[in-house]
């Protein structure tokens, strides 16, 4: 099936500093993109959204960029708290053909250390 | 906030049985999806419906078909469970174009 990719799949800060995630995707035709966050054990909850008319939106210490040119999506997490650890995916939404679905990437597993 | 409630967090059944799986939101929203995930492979579609009565296959189908008979209520049906079954499962809703609610999960184990 299609995915939408990660670089990495794992990713361990420090207690403090900042964090970047970074996910790739393949069509140039996607207009929404989304982060969510998942815990061990439980569903995966929404961080930040942006639509592809928008290059920058932050949020409580989350800031999603968007580079159309290279079809790259990051998500930075500022002063990263242990409570921050966790799995985090992107998601895209197809503008063409759409059916509704999200096409979901692997997942980058969030590590923080004390 | 719209919610979506999944009826177990756990469960455990033996091989060969039919097994349900209940999901239900609580904001009217057209669709819903079905996922299963496994380590290493992400989140799978099983399958979605955008509407009452009406279903689609998602990407991994086999060995499963869905219910779709009220607006709030999706639920996924194992005709006769198998082991490699053994997974989580993560309900979804969606209204429009905006990002999916999920559910906290059944965690499905098939002995």
């Known amino acids: 099936g299609e995915s939408v990719g990660l670089h990495l799949p794992t990713l361990s800060v420090q207690e403090g500093d900042n964090s970047i995630i970074n996910c790739a995707y393949s069509n140039s035709a996607s207009d929404y993109f989304i982060w969510y966050k998942q815990e061990s054990g439980k569903g995966p909850q929404f961080i930040i959204d942006?639509?592809?008319?928008?290059d920058k939106r932050q949020g409580q210490r989350v800031t999603v960029l968007l580079n159309k040119t290279v079809k790259h999506l990051s998500l930075q997490i500022a002063a990263t708290q242990p409570g921050d650890s966790a799995v985090y995916f992107c998601?895209?939404?197809?503008?063409?053909?759409?059916?509704?679905?999200?096409?979901f990437g692997q997942g980058t597993t969030l590590q923080v250390k004390p | 906030d719209v919610k979506v409630t999944q009826s177990s967090r756990y469960l455990v059944k033996r091989t060969g049985e039919k097994v349900f799986l209940e999901c239900v939101q609580d904001m009217d929203h057209e669709n819903m999806f079905w996922y299963r995930q496994d380590p290493g492979l992400g989140l799978r579609l099983i399958y979605f419906s955008y509407d009452v009565k009406m279903k689609e296959k998602g990407d991994i189908p086999e060995g499963y078909s869905v219910s779709r008979e009220k607006k709030e209520r999706f639920s996924l049906i194992l005709e006769s469970a198998s082991t490699n079954q053994t997974s989580m499962y993560l309900c979804?809703?969606?209204?429009?174009?905006?990002?999916?609610?999920f559910g906290s999960g059944t965690r499905l184990t098939v002995v």
């Open positions: 998601a895209e939404n197809r503008a063409s053909g759409n059916t509704g679905k999200l096409i």
């Open positions: 979804a809703s969606r209204l429009g174009n905006l990002g999916y609610t």
């Open positions: 942006i639509r592809s008319n928008m």
